[in-house]
């Protein structure tokens, strides 16, 4: 079984920080790409950032230059900082990994269970 846990959702005023952080366990035999996805009250979910197994990044251009995707492989985490938050940046926020389970025949996409983000004074 592999599980991805997210942390570090929360409250925020807007201009503010805050660093999410998704952790991946389980019968992990490689992990590819790792992104965080974002999903607003009546809108569909949308790809924030994404970051290759090398390090490559690319990003929505609404959050270019505010955030910053990063990940540590030997801890088999990825993690979001960001910064200068807007209200327009509220939304549960989705940890994804390709994985390569132990005793798997293929890659799969898993998901997190999700952390709300709130930017409001």
């Known amino acids: 079984q592999v599980q991805l846990v997210e942390s570090g959702g929360g409250l925020v005023q807007p201009g503010g920080s805050l660093r999410l952080s998704c952790a991946a366990s389980g019968s992990i035999f490689s992990i590819n790409a790792m992104a965080w996805y974002r999903q607003a009250p009546g809108k569909q979910r949308e790809l924030v950032a994404a970051i290759t197994r090398s390090g490559n990044t690319n990003y929505q251009d609404s959050v270019k230059g505010r955030f910053t995707i990063s990940r540590d492989n030997a801890k088999n985490t990825v993690y979001l900082q960001m910064n200068s938050l807007k209200p327009e940046d509220t939304a549960v926020y989705y940890c994804?990994?390709?994985?390569?389970?132990?005793?798997?025949?293929?890659?799969?996409?898993?998901w997190g269970q999700g952390t709300q983000v709130t930017v409001s004074s």
């Open positions: 994804n990994a390709r994985i390569f389970a132990t005793g798997s025949l293929h890659w799969y996409d898993y």
